[in-house]
T-cell receptor
């Protein structure tokens, strides 16, 4: 079975550029989560969706961050404009239901210079 | 107080020893609990769910103490391959899975 698929695996960009991270959840999973991981702050929940609807975006750090889930098989996380402090590993995860264990993608390692 | 707290370690343990980690959570209404394992530069992977009565999976035992609001993970007969970061995760009644910062474990030959 295909797991959660994220792209790109690595992204290096200059400050001020737009960055778009992509995620395909496991087929049949109803919940999708975006997390950010840094050494200093660990895994932080940015936003999650149930049945394609954003439920809680209180973890999104600023208006520069936005996320969409246009259908059950695709989600994007966009940063515009990017800043060096956005450098982190961004994980997408999906679960069957909101209280089920999460299955993580491989992550996107973002470096903003 | 953080919602979910763990001792970051590192724990350096000789092969074959038993090691235990605790994780405390702040919200008494928390309803679901998990342990994840994360290898260096990899994604977190579910190790085991934690049930109210405690549960065991091979060398791994997970327990929940609701009165004191903590969960624990015990690893018996530790192997070199157990070296990783162990993350506890708690669903705090609002469907959000909140992670601790992780405990780094190194098994020494």
């Amino acid at each position: 079975d295909a797991g959660v698929i994220q792209s790109p695996r690595h992204e290096v960009t200059e400050m001020g550029q737009e960055v778009t991270l992509r995620c395909k959840p496991i087929s049949g999973h109803n919940s999708l989560f975006w997390y950010r991981q840094t050494m200093m702050r660990g895994l932080e929940l940015l936003i999650y969706f149930n049945n394609n609807v954003p439920i809680d975006d209180s973890g999104m750090p600023e208006d520069r961050f936005s996320a969409k889930m246009p259908n059950a098989s695709f989600s994007t996380l966009k940063i515009q404009p990017s800043e060096p402090r956005d450098s982190a590993v961004y994980f997408c995860a999906s679960s069957l239901h909101s209280n089920s264990p999460l299955h993580f993608g491989n992550g996107t390692r973002l470096t903003v210079t | 107080r953080k919602e979910v707290e763990q001792d970051p370690g590192p724990f350096n343990v000789p092969e074959g020893a038993t090691v235990a980690f605790n994780c405390t959570y702040s919200n008494s209404a928390s309803q679901s609990f998990f342990w994840y394992r994360q290898d260096c530069r990899k994604e977190p992977k579910l190790l085991m769910s934690v049930y109210s009565s405690g549960n065991e999976d091979g060398r791994f035992t997970a327990q929940l103490n609701r009165a004191s609001q903590y969960i624990s993970l015990l690893i018996r007969d530790s192997k070199l391959s157990d070296s990783a970061t162990y993350l506890c995760a708690v669903i705090q009644g609002n469907e959000k899975l909140t992670f601790g910062t992780g405990t780094r474990l190194t098994i020494i030959p």
